[in-house]
């Protein structure tokens, strides 16, 4: 009987080591960076010989070289007479998200996303930071608060990218629903709210210690005000130059206004900003494109990369055309350096002076400022970056500053310099390795030669098409509406005076209160319900709210015809069988009404889009 007892434990004691060994085994093996000279983005002295190990997608040691023990089954990548550096940021960005690659392949591994996305942010943002996607890590707001009537027809869903507040208690409620949501900042593109609704907004963001962002300044609501209202994340340093210069109202140039800089007022302000640690994002190539002393070398850095037609291709025509974005310049051959009046040329270099000089200056005396590109659809992604950091150290910065300025200083003001932001132990791995020293030139940082990402080996090479199931050009340029065209189908309703006017002459009430008029109107999508799911989930209905809707009308879900039940003559159920939510991705919806079109003006008889996205199942 003991033996029998014994022979068990021996053998229960065999099975467990051999589990062990095998669940080893099957881990996969440590990366490991060794050699190089290592920037942490602490701005301490760099440390020779490192010696990084990267378990999963964290920093597991950062030592030198006969100081640490490697696990079994490592990838070694011998970084001898290179330099090791943070992964770097864009502090200031539009979900730019078809553009991933170019981020990545220029070593930006982080951006702040001021905004745009609403719900599919989200999706994006979990789909990228747990590897579904190939993208930089996104920090996002989720949507914005603004006076801007540009998305104001009233059908626009709870996480809408742009709200406008109407009372304190809705500005409170929009905000601590951005917060519930999953939001890391808040953003309010301009301050032209009345201020007890911005108040109400901020003290929200606070008490759930999230970071509070404004774009642009009011005279309600200026720089000075927002500063000690509670906004500590200022983009394009808004306001700045009419607060320092002598006289405001002499200037509508902002170089003009920088170049007039009252050196007391300029003092007073950075006193305030000090005092309440707002940080400032100022775009320094966005506010001056053409000043910069490298500025003909950033333009022929541009024109090489979009000489490839097969890079110029994730550029879809509608980001190239229609005003003078870079793109389109460039491809007219235009250089953005400033010509004309020597006078006025003379006044705004010195007002670039200025501006890079007060930025500086506020650096030195222990305040933040961030690299970021402004990057839209319109721009180079990531190597923005790169051109804004030999801005940076052309404006005073020393290029140790200039790397805590696209690293460790982000982090800080998102909140997260516990977990990124700097090579240390414990911390997520992003960092590059670049072939020559960014210490003695900046623009060293441009000769990358390793990425890593998420504790991951990035292959940095431009892929034919985006790995985005979610991707779609009308987000980044219109926002991301659940339905498309909100504006049209308001004046659509306003026109056809409201859904009654829907059954017509001699039509016929049918079932479901569904008319059956001889010519059917246009149909039109006001709402949709839910607007997310996950992958496999089961056979699920939507609510379909809207106008128009006739007997003998098809629904189609991504082009194919779908079931549905008429609620009512403004509502439809909407049966989507399991089938089709097994796979990621932006689906489309429409209503299609059968011919003659009575109202072929506003259409062809098949309604505006919504969207379903289906997200990742994690």
């Keep these: 009987m003991q033996r029998s007892i014994r022979h068990f434990f021996y053998v229960a004691g065999l099975f467990s080591i051999l589990g062990s060994v095998a669940a080893q085994a099957q881990q996969p093996g440590a990366l490991v960076i060794e050699g190089g000279t290592l920037i942490d983005g602490n701005g301490g002295t760099p440390v020779p010989d490192a010696v990084i190990v990267i378990q999963g997608n964290k920093i597991a040691s950062v030592s030198r070289k006969g100081q640490a023990n490697y696990p079994a089954n490592s990838q070694i990548i011998k970084a001898d007479g290179k330099f090791i550096v943070p ?172 170049a007039d800089m009252d050196e007391a007022k300029a003092r007073s302000l950075m006193k305030l900003l000090l005092e309440h640690k707002a940080t400032l994002v100022p775009n320094f190539i966005n506010i001056a494109p053409g000043y910069a002393k490298n500025w003909k070398r950033f333009e022929e850095d541009e024109a090489k990369l979009f000489s490839d037609p097969n890079i110029l291709a994730f550029y879809p025509e509608a980001t190239i055309l229609g005003r003078p974005t870079v793109l389109g310049l460039m491809r007219h051959g235009v250089s953005r350096i400033p010509t004309g009046d020597p006078a006025v040329l003379a006044r705004r270099r010195q007002g670039y002076q200025n501006l890079l000089r007060f930025h500086h200056d506020l650096v030195r005396a222990g305040g933040r400022v961030l690299t970021g590109g402004n990057t839209q659809v319109q721009k180079a992604a990531g190597l923005t970056i790169l051109h804004e950091m030999e801005v940076f150290v052309e404006g005073g910065f020393t290029p140790m500053e200039t790397i805590q300025a696209a690293t460790k200083w982000p982090a800080e003001a998102m909140r997260v310099q516990d977990r990124i932001g700097t090579i240390e132990s414990g911390k997520l791995a992003d960092l590059l390795v670049v072939s020559a020293d960014p210490l003695q030139d900046i623009h060293n940082l441009q000769k990358i030669d390793t990425l890593v990402f998420d504790g991951k080996l990035v292959d940095r090479t431009y892929h034919p098409w985006p790995s985005d199931p979610f991707m779609d050009i009308g987000d980044v340029i219109f926002g991301n509406p659940p339905v498309e065209s909100l504006a049209w189908v308001a004046s659509l309703k306003k026109a056809m005076q409201g859904p009654a006017q829907q059954e017509g002459e001699g039509g016929q009430e049918a079932k479901g209160g569904l008319a059956d008029p001889p010519a059917s109107p246009q149909p039109a999508i006001e709402t949709i319900a839910p607007t997310l799911v996950t992958d496999g989930s089961p056979t699920t209905t939507l609510t379909i709210k809207g106008f128009g809707f006739v007997r003998r009308m098809q629904v189609f879900f991504n082009g194919r015809s779908v079931p549905f039940k008429a609620v009512s003559p403004t509502e439809l159920q909407v049966k989507l069988d399991e089938s089709l939510l097994r796979t990621p991705g932006k689906f489309d919806l429409v209503v299609k009404n059968p011919g003659p079109v009575a109202t072929p003006d506003w259409g062809s008889g098949t309604s505006n889009t919504a969207h379903l996205l289906v997200n990742f199942k994690y």
Excluded: C
């Excluded at 996104?138 to 869903?157: D, K, M």
């Design 87 to 258: 992964g770097l940021w864009d502090a200031h960005s539009y979900g730019t998200w078809f553009l991933n690659d170019f981020y990545l392949n220029n070593g930006v591994t982080s951006i702040i996303d001021n905004g745009l996305g609403g719900e599919l942010s989200i999706v994006h943002r979990e789909a990228v930071n747990r590897g579904k996607i190939a993208g930089p890590r996104y920090f996002i707001s989720i949507g914005s608060q603004s006076a801007n009537p540009r998305f104001a027809t009233g059908y626009e869903p709870a996480l809408f990218p742009d709200r406008i507040p109407k009372s304190a208690a809705e500005g409170r409620q929009i905000t601590k629903r951005f917060i519930d949501a999953g939001a890391d900042f808040i953003f309010y593109q301009d301050a032209s709210l009345p201020l007890d609704i911005i108040a109400a907004g901020v003290e929200e963001a606070k008490k759930a210690g999230k970071p509070v962002a404004v774009e642009r300044v009011s005279s309600t609501l200026p720089l000075t005000k927002a500063v000690e209202m509670g906004f500590d994340y200022l983009t394009h340093s808004p306001g700045l130059a009419e607060t320092i210069a002598k006289d405001p109202s002499k200037w509508r140039n902002e170089l003009d206004l920088y």
